[in-house]
């Protein structure tokens, strides 16, 4: 059984901060690549951030250039700095991590930018 709990959404303004935190538990032996998706009001699930056990990166338009995925192994947790918030960036943050080619997905952050 694996579980996966983000934390770190919340309300913030336009132009701040915010650091999700995604934690991966239970019958884990490695965790291949974890990443960030989004849902965003009107719109289907998307991909935000991935990144790879080795550290290897890949963002999509929606996070490149104001958010920064990284993850520390030792922890099972992987991280999402995000920065320059706008009103387009509120949905709800969704966890990933890939376990022995089986996607494992937490049940979401909310996020919500105020103009």
């Known amino acids: 059984q694996v579980q996966v709990v983000e934390s770190g959404g919340g309300l913030v303004q336009t132009g701040g901060s915010l650091r999700l935190s995604c934690v991966v538990s239970?019958?884990?032996?490695?965790?291949?690549?974890m990443g960030w998706y989004r849902r965003v009001p009107g719109k289907q699930r998307e991909r935000v951030a991935i990144?790879?056990?080795?550290?290897?990166?890949n963002y999509t338009d929606s996070g490149k250039g104001r958010f920064t995925i990284s993850r520390d192994n030792a922890k099972n947790t992987v991280y999402l700095q995000m920065t320059n918030l706008k009103p387009e960036d509120t949905g709800v943050y969704y966890c990933?991590?890939?376990?022995?080619?089986?996607?494992?997905w937490g049940k979401g952050t909310l996020v919500t930018v105020s103009s």
């Open positions: 990144i790879t056990s080795g550290g290897g990166t």
């Open positions: 990933i991590a890939t376990i022995w080619g089986n996607d494992h």
């Open positions: 239970g019958s884990i032996l490695t965790i291949d690549a």
